[in-house]
């Protein structure tokens, strides 16, 4: 049985929550014997796609055709459909992004598979193929059987399972997929990129800040800390709503939904819509000098002090064990 594995690629390099995904997959087919063939679109570098087989893929079908450089749901869609009529596969995966959502959906409705997004854990396989999704923006989590001969999965960031990386790479085959005018009715015009060289999706820490930072000339302790963790920077929307900082670092239930390993929340008092977006995370750390701040409930760790007095000794705490 065939697994595929869709990739995101930015810059010709494997997301890292495209490598999560392959190893989600090589997991599974590990569980119902198969193999797991990752399918790559765009121009890219052979040798950076090969690094697929060090989470686990066995083979990638590269389409390696300038047009599908900027990200195209239609397109991509149409050529992962023909992927899985080559390669035979009855499952499908692939990462839970605003991309991922599009082409999943758009692919299961050609192909008639059944669909889960936001899988948090492995799949129980069995007589019946039972997956748990995380639903209510990560307040709760509900268990969905997928009947369909074929599955698609999109699997969250950081699920419950270790991805383990080795020194195998896969082979890369060229894949050429028939796409005509209708797969590009929408294009892509232009693309304005975050100004941070850090994608707060992809970012393993994200440093954040709220209203306590008290406007924003008072911002640079929390870059201080950003760039001494190597982290992205984030806001609360009542910061991005006053142009304290820009709206794309707006983290939220109405903003972007992060999960990094570590999530930093600097002067946040932590509304229900804010923790919306960061529930995902592995570990939280709350610095607030309001100890009844919400946002404490639902910390692993909490600083009960004054953000401009904490962030500086943080800052250089993490230079000294460097």
Same mark, same amino acid.
């Given at each position: ?14 997301k890292?929550?495209?490598?999560? =995904?392959? #190893?989600?997959? &090589?997991a599974?087919?590990? @569980? ?5 063939? $990752?399918?790559? %679109?765009? !121009? ?37 459909v ?19 959502d =599009?082409? #999943?959906?758009? &692919?299961?409705?050609?192909? @008639?598979a059944?669909?889960?997004?936001? $899988?948090?854990? %492995?799949? !129980? ?17 509900a ?29 890369v ?12 009715k ?6 304005? @990129? ?11 820490i ?21 760039e ?5 920077t ?32 600097c ?13 995902g995370s592995?570990?939280i ?38």
């Open positions: 049985m065939s697994v595929l594995v869709f990739l995101e690629i930015e810059k010709g390099i494997i890292k929550t495209s490598q999560e =995904a392959i #190893a989600y997959a &090589s599974v087919a590990s @569980k119902i014997g198969g193999s797991v063939t $990752a399918l790559a %679109l765009g !121009e890219a570098d052979e040798q950076e796609l090969a690094k697929a087989g060090n989470f686990g893929a066995d083979k990638v079908l590269h389409v390696a055709d300038s047009r599908l450089n900027q990200e195209n749901s239609l397109a991509y869609a149409s050529v992962l023909q992927a899985v009529q080559k390669t035979e596969s009855t499952l499908v995966v692939l990462a839970k992004s605003g991309l991922g =599009a082409v #999943a959906a758009r &692919s299961a409705a050609r192909l @008639k059944a669909l889960v997004s936001g $899988a948090t854990e %492995l799949p !129980e396989v069995g007589d019946r193929f039972l997956v748990k999704r995380s639903i209510y923006s990560g307040k709760a989590f268990t969905v059987e997928l009947k369909g001969a074929i599955k698609i999965i999109a699997i969250r960031k950081n699920i419950s399972m270790e991805v383990v990386e080795s020194e195998v790479n896969a082979s085959e060229p894949f050429d997929a028939n796409l005509d005018d209708n797969d590009f929408a294009v892509v015009t232009g693309v304005e @990129k975050a100004s941070t060289d850090i994608s707060l999706t992809d970012a393993d994200i440093v954040s800040g709220g209203r306590g930072m008290k406007g924003p000339e008072n911002w640079q302790p929390l870059l201080d800390l950003a001494a963790l190597g982290a992205a984030g806001c609360s929307k009542p910061v991005s709503d006053l142009d304290w900082r820009p709206h794309h670092e707006h983290i939220g239930q109405t903003g972007l939904k992060v999960a990094p390993n570590l999530y930093i929340a002067g946040i008092s932590g509304a229900i819509q804010h923790l919306a977006g960061v529930n592995k570990c750390v709350v610095i607030n000098k309001d100890p009844e701040a919400p946002f404490f409930k639902v910390a692993d760790y909490g600083i009960v002090g004054d953000v401009f007095d904490v962030l500086p000794r943080l800052t250089q705490a993490v230079k000294a064990g460097k």
